[in-house]
């Protein structure tokens, strides 16, 4: 059973530019959330996506928007890249119920320029 | 609201010794608690987690930990450290009415030496 999935692992992006970031969530869960881990900080909630919906939303500029797909896997976008952009970013899934056991990715590193 | 403070940014260790990581949360409703694990350039492990069941919580690789609600505490142990543990450990507060956002405290890094 594979786990979270997320693509690419490794980017680098010019300021200004648009990325997208993928995840795949592990078999069974219904609910992505996505997170940015600046260098020697703890990861940041940005949103969380269920049933297609974006469900709860950190502090982040609308910039940063998602979706998700029937399959329930998800993509993060962000818009006009800012070098405080560069940040490893995690995708996080579950089902969907409090207490449920979260299950983080391996992460995607993004490096503004 | 929620938030959780750990109380060492780093904590050293001798290979063999008991390793201990605090953690004090605050929450307006029932949490559930976690410890995650990051080694280096991976992503976040989960090491146990606590969801108003038994207050002494058993993990992967030996970790517990225990759920005090008088002190707000949930600090992370392990009798015996070995050299693997080096790596950042998050403690991870969940609320009901979060709709699953998780709240992460800054972390504590472990360093284990010979």
New interface residues.
């Given amino acids: 059973d594979a786990g979270v999935t997320q693509s690419p692992t490794h980017l680098i992006k010019t300021r200004g530019q648009q990325v997208t970031l993928r995840c795949s969530p592990k078999s069974g869960h219904d609910t992505v959330s996505w997170y940015q881990q600046a260098l020697g900080q703890g990861p940041q909630f940005i949103f969380q996506y269920y049933e297609e919906e974006e469900r709860q939303r950190g502090n982040f500029p609308d910039r940063f928007s998602g979706h998700q797909f029937p399959n329930y896997s998800s993509e993060l976008n962000v818009n006009a890249l800012l070098l405080g952009d560069s940040a490893l970013y995690l995708c996080a899934s579950s089902q969907t119920g409090f207490g449920n056991t979260i299950y983080f990715g391996e992460g995607s590193w993004l490096t503004v320029v | 609201a929620q938030s959780v403070t750990q109380l060492d940014s780093h904590v050293s260790v001798s290979e063999g010794t008991p390793v201990l990581l605090r953690c004090n949360y605050s929450s307006s409703y029932s949490p559930?608690l976690?410890w995650?694990v990051q080694h280096p350039n991976?992503?976040?492990?989960?090491l146990l987690?606590y969801?108003?069941a038994a207050t002494l919580v058993k993990g992967i690789n030996g970790f517990e930990a225990e759920f005090k609600k008088s002190e707000t505490s949930f600090h992370l142990t392990k009798p015996s450290a070995h050299m693997s543990d080096a790596a950042e450990y998050?403690c991870v507060v969940?609320s009901?009415d979060?709709?699953?956002?998780?709240?992460?405290?800054?972390?504590t890094q472990v360093v284990v030496t010979p």
Avoid: D
Avoid at chain 2, 42 to 46: A, E, F, I, M, V
Avoid at chain 2, 98 to 107: E, I, T, V
């Fill in positions: 559930s976690f995650y991976k992503g976040l492990q989960l987690k969801t108003s998050f969940i009901t979060s709709w699953g956002k998780l709240q992460f405290g800054a972390g």
